[in-house]
Nanobody, 127 residues
Framework: QVDLVESGGGSVQAGESLTLSCVVP????????MAWFRQDPGKEREVVAT???????TYAGPVEGRFNIAKDKANNTLFLRMSSLKPEDTAMYYC?????????????????????WGQGTQVTVSS
């Protein structure tokens, strides 16, 4: 079992910024693919930003240029820095991790590529 512990969600006004954090075990941060997903009630979970296991980053179109995914390997933490937030960014945000040695990380844009998930942290953006 791999525990991913998220924090940093909250309620903000449109245009403001938030940073989400996800603390992971030390052996995850350098070897696993990792990502942030988000989900609205009644909708499918969608990818926001990813790190593949070679540390290459990708972003979903709606957040590119506004969000930044980053790792602090010294503190075993994955971040999602969100700026210029919009009401449509409102969702529950989840961090995820997968071990490529166990068949994960094959398509890092889909939830099935990840084995481990955090509990989620709510982000609400008001207009």
């Amino acid at each position: 079992q791999v525990d991913l512990v998220e924090s940093g969600g909250g309620s903000v006004q449109a245009g403001e910024s938030l940073t989400l954090s996800c603390v992971v075990p030390e052996y995850v941060v350098g070897r696993y693919c990792m990502a942030w997903f988000r989900q609205d009630p009644g909708k499918e979970r969608e990818v926001v930003a990813t790190f593949d296991h070679y540390d290459k980053t990708t972003y979903a179109g709606p957040v590119e240029g506004r969000f930044n995914i980053a790792k602090d390997k010294a503190n075993n933490t994955l971040f999602l820095r969100m700026s210029s937030l919009k009401p449509e960014d409102t969702a529950m945000y989840y961090c995820a991790a997968g071990d490529p040695r166990r068949g994960y990380c094959y398509n890092i844009a889909i939830p099935g590529a990840y084995r481990y998930w955090g509990q989620g942290t709510q982000v609400t953006v008001s207009s």
